[in-house]
C-alpha cells in the first residue's frame, strides 16, 4: 500500500547513555545516522545548557551537528511546565508566554513542530493560531499515558484542530496510550519489588484472559495485590488502536512509544502490527519517532540495541502492508 | 514506580572535600544532579535531606550551590528561575569546624521534587529520591 511515513529518532532514547555521561549529543546523532532515523526530535529542557534561555552559540553548534549527520530536525520538544512557581500555577497569561517562546526558539533552531502538553487549555491554543500561521510553524499537543482516558479534553481539543487551528495545531500520539499488555521489564521490576515469581505469572496469565482484578488477586499478599493493581490500571485502560486512525488525522508527527523489544523484532505490550496498520490506512504522512522509554526501568539496557531492534520491528511491518 | 532508575545519579562518585574559607576549614562538600530524564527548576525542590554516616544533618547547616550561587535550603522553593541542568552538580556544603575525618562515609541524600507538567485533580505528582553511597573523604 501507498505510504509516506519516515523513521525518526526521539534523542531522548538514549537518555540513559547520555545522563550517565556514556554519550554526548553529537554520539547519539551519529547513531541516529547509523540507525537510518533522520528525522531528530530534541528535548530542550533535558540537553539545552542554559535552558529555559537558549543562546545562539548552542543553536549554532546544534545545526552543525545536524548538517554534519545529514539529519532533519523535526520536533522541539518542549513542556507546559504550569507547576514551576511553589504555591500557585501559571496563569494564562504566563503559558500563552512561555509557549511563544518555546516556538520562536524552535523557529530559530530550524525545528518545524514544537510539543506541548495538555494542560494549555483549549483558549489559550486558539490565542496562539495566529502566531503559529505568522511563524510557519505547527504546535502539537501530545497524548500519553493516562491521558487516552480523558475523552472530552480531548474532543475539545480536536474541534479546535479540525476547525480554526487545521493545519497548525494537532496532535502528537504517544503510543504508549496502547499499551495493552505487560512488557517485560515491568514483570521483571514487579519480582524486584517482590511479586512471588510463580504467583505474577498466574496473574499475568489472568489478566490476558480478561479476569477482573478482584478475581485475579484471590491468594496473593498486600504488596502483589497492590502491583496487581498498578499492573491493571497501567495496562488495563488502553485505547483502542483503531483510534489512532482518527488521531492520524490530525498528527504531524508520532511518538513510537516503547519499552522492550525482543530479538525476533516483536513487541510484546504495545500492538504495533495493528497500528501502523492503521496509521498506513489512514494515510498518514509523515515522521514515526522511534521513542526508547526502557530507560525509566532500567540504565543497563543498551539503548542503541533497543532502537535498532525498534526500526527493524517497524520496517518489516511496514514493508508486509 | 516509575524514574528510580535514575536514583544512581543522585549522587555523584566523587571524593567528599573540605569546605575552606581563607585558609578555615569551616565545613566539607560533596556533589549531587538531579534525578531524573531532564533539568528542573530549582522551585520544584520540597524536600532535601541528608544523613551522614546514618545521622540526618540539621538544614540550618547545609548550602546547597549551583550556577554560582550558594542557597539556604528553605531558599530553593522560591528558585523558579533558576534551573538544574541534568548533567550539572550541584555541591552540598555542611558546615562542621575542621571539617570531616578523613576516610570511607556514608553519604545518604533524600529529595522530594515537584514534577511541574505532571498534575492531577489539582495537584502535582512529588517524586521521592534517595540514595545512599560509600564516599572517600580526603
Known sequence: MKQDIRMGLALYSFTSEYINRRMTLEE????????????????????????????????????????????????????????????RDLTEDEIFQYTIRELVNAKKAGFPIVRTQHTITPKILKSLIPYCRSLDMKLGIEIYPPLQMERELWDDYF??????????????????????????????????????????????????????????????????????????????????????????EISFYMHGKFYYVDETAKDDSIPYEELLRNVVEAGYQGYLACEYEGHHFSDMISSAEQSERYVSMCKWILAGI | MKFQAYNKILIEEQTVTNYVVEGVILGYEFKIRYPSYRGTYLSCIEKL??????EPVNQRIIYFSLNGKQYLIDELKDQYKDYWNILDEATITILQKGGITKGIHMVSV????RIPYAENDGKYLILSSAAARPLMAE
Request: proline share 5%.
Open chain 1, 28 to 87: 547519539i546523532l551519529r547513531q541516529a545516522q547509523k540507525m537510518g532515523c533522520r528525522g531528530i526530535e530534541i528535548i530542550p529542557a533535558q540537553m539545552a545548557p542554559g535552558y529555559p534561555h537558549i543562546t545562539e552559540e548552542w543553536v549554532r553548534e546544534l545545526k552543525g551537528l545536524l548538517e554534519k549527520y545529514n539529519l532533519e530536525p523535526v520536533c522541539w520538544g518542549a513542556y507546559l511546565d504550569r507547576g514551576t512557581v511553589t504555591g
Open chain 2, 49 to 54: 535531606e541528608i544523613k551522614i554516616d546514618e
Open chain 1, 159 to 248: 474541534g479546535i484542530m479540525h476547525g480554526e487551528g487545521k493545519g497548525c495545531l494537532g496532535i502528537i500520539p504517544d503510543f504508549g496510550i496502547f499499551m495493552n499488555r505487560p512488557h517485560k521489564l515491568w514483570l521483571e521490576q514487579a519480582i524486584e519489588r517482590g511479586f512471588r515469581p510463580r504467583l505474577l505469572k498466574r496473574v499475568h496469565a489472568r489478566f490476558l484472559e480478561g479476569t477482573s482484578f478482584e478475581e485475579a488477586v484471590s491468594g496473593l499478599n498486600d504488596r502483589e495485590t497492590e502491583i496487581t493493581k498498578e499492573m491493571y490500571g497501567t495496562f488495563g485502560n488502553a485505547a483502542s488502536p483503531s483510534w489512532i486512525k482518527e488521531l492520524a
Open chain 2, 110 to 113: 533524600e529529595m522530594c521534587h
